[in-house]
């Protein structure tokens, strides 16, 4: 058994972060102030987590991946029910937002797959910093935030995927460009930027790297419209569209090694990738649990379920790689890039429900 | 005593301390504010728009102009109308000659046929449009693997597309129709026999009766059943969401629901809400206008049992038909989720092999909202009706009885949320209790709100006429026995009322469950609804869990219809979409 992640996966595969900078001044600003001390689950943590009783955890993960943690912490710290509240990325957010101008404090940690939301928390100040032991040991430092206000729980890929019983291999598309082919046109769906942050750093980095017009095309080709990321996997699987343009990978994997016709294709221009944050409020209601929850979330237990689980890329050091998944460093990825969503996310939204309509 | 004292006087003759004026005041005062509050705050964001210079709200009238210029919102208000108008005329296709088998012939089994028309009706509309995606998807829906395997049709051909505007506007009239049948049939019902022997006697054929007697006599029901049809249709969010945002186009409510993501635009969506509201209350004039001339179809006191048509050997195809009707809204779709809910792929059927509790398990013991949702589910449907029943109940008195001067404004304030499209009364709830002096947002009481004005109407119209069918006299006994109104109402009116009141009450509880648009533009994450959270999970594609949820939506639904037996009044525009 390999580790899951190399050290020279980390860089070379996601190096973006990095690049995107994240608001520029976390990663060049060397005279901050002394980083948190990071933080160990406590007894004193734990007595003060049960107190609360409670965790609200808001987060983009497929409901069931979301549902499993939830019943995995409660059973590592039983007293305290998890409440998971599931939705895309952007949908959370807006949620929060939502919430927040009308002084709702509802939620205690949230986890996106947009991680320009970071930013946007952060300029609020929203988030408080938090940093688990484990993670400052057992995670590459592009992964987390030195200050702990974010902290990557996942790294996700959005590849191609397709239905098997509708499509020979030897058929199946081998990059965006096959998709526009017209023996496609009526066979494929896509989830959709405004809901999904997966589908929002997709659409941004096919736009950037294949330019607009290649979604023009694209929209001429009577795409089914879903919101979700995980939807698209769903739709291939039940065999309502031949082909998913974009979408969660690990649910293809899933499900294939559960035994629905569906195979994976890493585009030969790129797989669209998205690390996925998550972040502590300040204003949380239950914040020990709320740390609790955050610390156990990235423990190698935790992660290990994403791996074996959701079949998700974990940072952790630690976790142990379970074979099926095509590594990181074999995929040719497209490079994330935070701000120039945040700056752009409005503007993308747009372009996209003028070509798609919806 | 009548003589002594006439009804219509009682009202204005009080020598005790009467307790009702204030009570009658008050609920008067309510009355405004649950239903002006939200409308003045939508029609204030949509002339008004934020300066960005000096941050204080200055009027314009830029937003109309963008409604009635900018593509994005043009499409969608035509799409509604094609919509809109093409359910309503395909629900009157179907529920006229339906309604007029079921009323006036000896068509068998009309009792239980009625009955699944009142099970269409009870279906939520989006969990009908989600068990219709199961059937109908083009390539994994049910009905079109069917047709494949029959005909070994290649792979890519199919019977129905779900996903496209005849298959939005199927959906939406497969759960419209039972508000035109049951117009059609209640008049039908009325419609004196005398009337048709008069025709037969003068030697007019059956045919030549149905049509210079009969059908004139049904035309403004009929009428009137197409424009709530076609209200309905406009003001759905649920239906267009699941199946019109795949295939690529908006509806009026989608878009406004849309113009809350981030960056939210509330003064666009209210602007965008306004021509809702403007058409609904048109269309419910006009609906007033054509049911207010019904003058000379009943006239004349008692008259004799409509005489039932003997179909013969007709009674194959219009059975036939009607089994058909039924299918699509009721046996159909139930047979899709309870599929769905048991099997491994919603949209493979399944076998004594492959039967699996697993989404039975996952929605009620792994998915952690559920329970949250049940129970805020059950607390607000219990509330709205029995706060919406007392509301009603104490404003119909009013009415019916004159008892306090004005009483016509109580009336009015009662029936004016029938033309508030629920995604509107949200969109005007949401604006006017996120900010002071209300802010109730992210409370249950919110949607209370919300579910008390949605319902209000058809409560008022049903407890009404059960008033009306309650002879003063017998109040007028009591009160001259010395029992104030109060009084006289607790120990006389309410025991002869007790059915209706019940009724009205399940009525209520019913359509609250049902209920999505206002829902969801209202929930947060602590006050979620079932509705809103099966909508959720439909747009992560979880079907199995949708399925489970629906189902035990419609278990609960029974449970109370069944425990009341009926549900009452079914009055001419007393019922509401979500």
């Given at each position: 058994?390999?580790?899951?992640?190399?050290?020279?996966?980390?860089?070379?595969?996601?190096?973006?972060?990095?690049?995107?900078?994240?608001?520029?001044?976390?990663?060049?600003?060397?005279?901050?102030?002394?980083?948190?001390?990071?933080?160990?689950?406590?007894?004193?943590?734990?007595?003060?987590?049960?107190?609360?009783?409670?965790v609200?955890?808001?987060?983009?993960?497929?409901?069931?991946?979301?549902?499993?943690?939830?019943?995995?912490?409660?059973?590592?710290?039983?007293?305290?029910?998890?409440?998971?509240?599931?939705?895309?990325?952007e949908?959370?957010?807006?949620?929060?937002?939502?919430?927040?101008?009308?002084?709702?404090m509802?939620?205690?940690?949230?986890n996106?797959?947009?991680?320009?939301?970071?930013?946007?928390?952060?300029?609020?100040?929203?988030?408080q910093?938090?940093?688990?032991?484990?993670?400052?040991?057992h995670?590459p430092?592009?992964?987390?935030?030195?200050?702990?206000?974010?902290i990557?729980?996942?790294?996700?890929?959005?590849?191609?995927?397709?239905?098997?019983?509708?499509?020979?291999?030897?058929?199946?598309?081998?990059?965006?460009?096959?998709?526009?082919?017209?023996?496609?046109?009526g066979?494929?769906?896509?989830?959709?930027?405004?809901?999904?942050?997966?589908?929002?750093?997709?659409?941004?980095?096919?736009?950037?790297?294949?330019?607009?017009?290649?979604?023009?095309?694209?929209?001429?080709?009577r795409?089914?419209?879903?919101?979700?990321?995980?939807?698209?996997?769903?739709?291939?699987?039940?065999?309502?569209?031949?082909?998913?343009?974009?979408?969660?990978?690990?649910?293809?994997?899933?499900?294939?090694?559960?035994?629905?016709?569906?195979?994976?294709?890493y585009?030969?221009?790129?797989?669209?990738?998205?690390?996925?944050?998550?972040v502590?409020?300040?204003?949380?209601?239950?914040?020990?649990?709320?740390r609790?929850?955050?610390?156990?979330?990235?423990?190698?237990?935790?992660?290990?379920?994403?791996?074996?689980?959701?079949?998700?890329?974990?940072?952790?050091?630690?976790?142990?790689?379970?074979?099926?998944?095509?590594?990181?460093?074999?995929?040719?990825?497209?490079?994330e890039d935070?701000?120039?969503?945040?700056?752009?996310?409005?503007?993308?939204?747009?372009?996209?429900?003028?070509?798609?309509?919806? | 005593?009548?003589?002594?004292?006439?009804?219509?006087k009682?009202?204005?003759?009080?020598?005790?301390?009467?307790?009702?004026?204030?009570?009658?005041?008050?609920?008067?005062?309510?009355?405004?504010?649950?239903?002006?509050?939200?409308?003045?705050?939508?029609?204030?964001?949509?002339?008004?728009?934020?300066?960005?210079?000096?941050?204080?709200?200055?009027?314009?009238?830029?937003?109309?102009?963008?409604?009635?210029?900018?593509?994005?919102?043009?499409?969608?208000?035509?799409?509604?109308?094609?919509?809109?108008?093409?359910?309503?005329?395909a629900?009157?296709?179907?529920?006229?000659?339906?309604?007029?088998?079921?009323?006036?012939?000896?068509?068998?089994m009309?009792?239980?046929?009625?009955?699944?028309?009142?099970?269409?009706?009870?279906?939520p509309?989006?969990?009908?449009?989600?068990?219709?995606?199961?059937?109908?998807?083009?390539?994994?829906?049910?009905?079109?693997?069917?047709?494949?395997t029959?005909?070994?049709?290649?792979?890519?051909?199919?019977?129905?597309?779900?996903?496209?505007?005849?298959?939005?506007?199927?959906?939406?009239?497969?759960?419209?129709?039972?508000?035109?049948?049951?117009?059609?049939?209640?008049?039908?019902?009325?419609?004196?026999?005398?009337?048709?022997?008069?025709?037969?006697?003068?030697?007019?054929?059956?045919?030549?009766?149905?049509?210079?007697?009969?059908?004139?006599?049904?035309?403004?029901?009929?009428?009137a059943?197409a424009?709530?049809?076609?209200?309905?249709?406009?003001?759905?969010?649920?239906?267009?969401?699941?199946?019109?945002?795949?295939?690529?186009?908006h509806?009026?409510?989608t878009?406004?629901?849309?113009?809350?993501?981030?960056?939210?635009?509330?003064?666009?969506?209210?602007?965008?809400?306004?021509?809702?509201?403007?058409l609904?209350?048109?269309?419910?004039?006009?609906?007033?206008?054509?049911?207010?001339?019904?003058?000379?179809?009943?006239?004349?006191?008692?008259?004799g049992?409509?005489?039932?048509?003997?179909?013969?050997?007709?009674?194959?195809?219009?059975?036939?038909?009607?089994?058909?009707?039924?299918?699509?809204?009721?046996?159909?779709?139930?047979?899709?989720?309870?599929?769905?809910?048991?099997?491994?792929?919603?949209?493979?059927?399944?076998?004594?092999?492959?039967?699996?509790?697993?989404n039975?398990?996952?929605?009620?013991?792994?998915?952690?909202?559920?329970?949250?949702?049940?129970?805020?589910?059950?607390?607000?449907?219990?509330?709205?009706?029995?706060?919406?029943?007392?509301?009603?109940?104490?404003?119909?008195?009013?009415?019916?009885?004159?008892?306090?001067?004005?009483?016509?404004?109580?009336?009015?304030l009662?029936?004016?949320?029938?033309?508030?499209?629920?995604?509107?009364?949200?969109?005007?709830?949401?604006?006017a209790?996120?900010?002071?002096?209300?802010?109730?947002?992210?409370?249950?009481?919110?949607?209370?709100?919300?579910?008390?004005?949605?319902?209000?109407?058809?409560?008022?119209?049903?407890?009404?006429?059960?008033?009306?069918?309650?002879?003063?006299?017998?109040?007028?006994?009591?009160?001259?026995?010395?029992?104030?109104?109060?009084?006289?109402?607790?120990?006389?009116?309410?025991?002869?009322?007790?059915?209706?009141?019940?009724a009205?009450?399940?009525?209520?509880?019913?359509?609250?469950?049902?209920?999505?648009?206002?829902a969801?533009?209202?929930?947060?994450?602590?006050?979620?609804?079932?509705?809103?959270?099966?909508?959720?999970?439909?747009?992560?594609?979880?079907?199995?869990?949708?399925?489970?949820?629906?189902?035990?939506m419609?278990?609960?639904?029974?449970?109370?219809?069944?425990?009341?037996?009926?549900?009452?009044?079914?009055?001419?525009?007393?019922?509401?979409?979500?």
């Amino acid at each position: 058994m390999k580790k899951k992640f190399a050290r020279r996966d980390v860089l070379k595969g996601t190096a973006a972060i990095a690049a995107a900078g994240l608001g520029g001044t976390v990663f060049a600003a060397p005279a901050r102030a002394q980083a948190p001390a990071a933080s160990e689950i406590t007894p004193e943590l734990i007595a003060a987590a049960k107190k609360e009783g409670k965790v609200v955890f808001y987060t983009a993960m497929d409901l069931t991946l979301a549902q499993r943690l939830g019943r995995s912490f409660e059973t590592a710290y039983p007293g305290i029910s998890a409440r998971v509240e599931r939705s895309g990325a952007e949908r959370v957010f807006t949620r929060i937002a939502q919430e927040y101008s009308s002084n709702i404090m509802a939620v205690d940690l949230a986890n996106t797959s947009d991680l320009a939301h970071v930013s946007h928390w952060k300029r609020d100040g929203w988030i408080q910093p938090y940093l688990p032991q484990e993670v400052v040991q057992h995670f590459p430092k592009q992964y987390y935030d030195p200050d702990g206000l974010f902290i990557v729980t996942r790294v996700l890929v959005s590849p191609i995927g397709y239905n098997t019983n509708m499509v020979k291999p030897e058929e199946a598309p081998k990059s965006f460009a096959d998709l526009l082919d017209p023996k496609w046109a009526g066979k494929m769906v896509k989830a959709h930027p405004a809901y999904s942050g997966t589908i929002m750093n997709s659409t941004y980095q096919t736009a950037r790297d294949l330019g607009w017009d290649y979604f023009e095309k694209l929209s001429k080709q009577r795409v089914m419209q879903v919101q979700s990321a995980t939807d698209t996997p769903k739709k291939i699987a039940l065999g309502e569209r031949a082909v998913m343009v974009d979408g969660a990978g690990y649910l293809i994997i899933q499900y294939k090694e559960k035994g629905d016709p569906v195979e994976i294709v890493y585009p030969e221009e790129g797989t669209p990738l998205a690390t996925s944050p998550s972040v502590l409020f300040k204003s949380a209601p239950n914040p020990n649990a709320g740390r609790l929850f955050q610390n156990w979330m990235h423990s190698r237990e935790a992660q290990q379920i994403l791996v074996d689980f959701a079949r998700q890329y974990s940072p952790h050091g630690q976790t142990v790689e379970k074979p099926g998944v095509r590594r990181l460093a074999d995929i040719k990825l497209m490079k994330e890039d935070a701000d120039a969503i945040e700056k752009g996310a409005e503007d993308i939204k747009k372009r996209y429900s003028a070509l798609f309509k919806v | 005593m009548t003589l002594a004292l006439p009804g219509q006087k009682a009202g204005r003759q009080s020598f005790k301390v009467d307790l009702s004026v204030p009570l009658l005041l008050t609920f008067a005062v309510l009355l405004c504010v649950l239903i002006l509050l939200p409308i003045s705050w939508l029609v204030m964001y949509s002339v008004t728009m934020v300066d960005p210079a000096t941050k204080e709200r200055v009027l314009t009238l830029a937003h109309f102009r963008t409604l009635f210029s900018d593509p994005d919102l043009v499409e969608p208000l035509i799409t509604t109308m094609i919509v809109a108008v093409c359910s309503s005329v395909a629900c009157c296709l179907v529920a006229a000659p339906m309604g007029w088998l079921v009323a006036r012939t000896d068509l068998p089994m009309t009792r239980l046929i009625r009955a699944l028309v009142t099970a269409s009706f009870v279906t939520p509309p989006f969990l009908g449009a989600i068990a219709w995606e199961i059937l109908a998807a083009p390539n994994s829906g049910l009905l079109n693997k069917f047709y494949r395997t029959v005909t070994g049709a290649e792979m890519d051909s199919y019977l129905f597309n779900i996903y496209s505007m005849p298959g939005l506007i199927f959906v939406i009239a497969c759960y419209t129709f039972p508000y035109v049948f049951v117009l059609v049939a209640n008049a039908l019902d009325r419609i004196p026999g005398d009337l048709e022997d008069a025709s037969s006697i003068l030697g007019a054929g059956t045919w030549t009766t149905a049509r210079r007697v009969t059908i004139p006599l049904v035309l403004p029901a009929l009428v009137a059943g197409a424009l709530v049809a076609f209200l309905q249709a406009m003001i759905l969010f649920g239906s267009p969401a699941i199946l019109a945002l795949p295939a690529g186009f908006h509806t009026m409510t989608t878009k406004i629901w849309s113009l809350f993501q981030y960056p939210p635009k509330p003064e666009l969506a209210a602007a965008a809400s306004l021509p809702l509201l403007f058409l609904t209350v048109m269309l419910l004039r006009g609906q007033q206008m054509i049911l207010g001339r019904k003058g000379y179809s009943i006239v004349g006191g008692k008259s004799g049992e409509p005489r039932l048509i003997r179909l013969g050997w007709f009674v194959v195809p219009a059975m036939a038909f009607v089994i058909i009707v039924l299918m699509l809204p009721v046996f159909l779709p139930y047979f899709a989720l309870l599929n769905a809910a048991f099997s491994p792929l919603a949209t493979t059927l399944v076998t004594p092999e492959t039967f699996t509790l697993k989404n039975f398990y996952f929605t009620f013991f792994e998915l952690s909202t559920t329970h949250l949702a049940l129970k805020n589910t059950f607390i607000l449907g219990a509330a709205a009706a029995t706060i919406g029943t007392v509301l009603a109940l104490v404003i119909s008195y009013a009415t019916a009885r004159k008892a306090v001067r004005g009483y016509q404004v109580l009336g009015f304030l009662a029936t004016a949320p029938l033309a508030i499209p629920g995604i509107v009364l949200g969109v005007g709830l949401f604006l006017a209790y996120t900010r002071p002096p209300f802010v109730l947002y992210g409370t249950l009481w919110v949607l209370l709100l919300a579910y008390i004005t949605i319902e209000l109407p058809a409560a008022y119209q049903q407890l009404q006429s059960a008033f009306r069918a309650v002879h003063p006299e017998l109040e007028d006994a009591s009160r001259i026995l010395g029992a104030t109104r109060l009084r006289s109402l607790i120990d006389v009116t309410a025991p002869l009322l007790r059915t209706s009141v019940l009724a009205t009450w399940c009525f209520i509880f019913v359509s609250t469950i049902r209920e999505l648009s206002a829902a969801i533009m209202l929930f947060t994450s602590e006050t979620k609804v079932v509705s809103v959270l099966i909508f959720d999970l439909k747009e992560s594609g979880d079907l199995g869990a949708i399925a489970i949820l629906g189902l035990s939506m419609l278990v609960l639904t029974f449970t109370v219809i069944i425990f009341v037996n009926r549900i009452p009044g079914f009055g001419s525009s007393g019922l509401r979409n979500t």
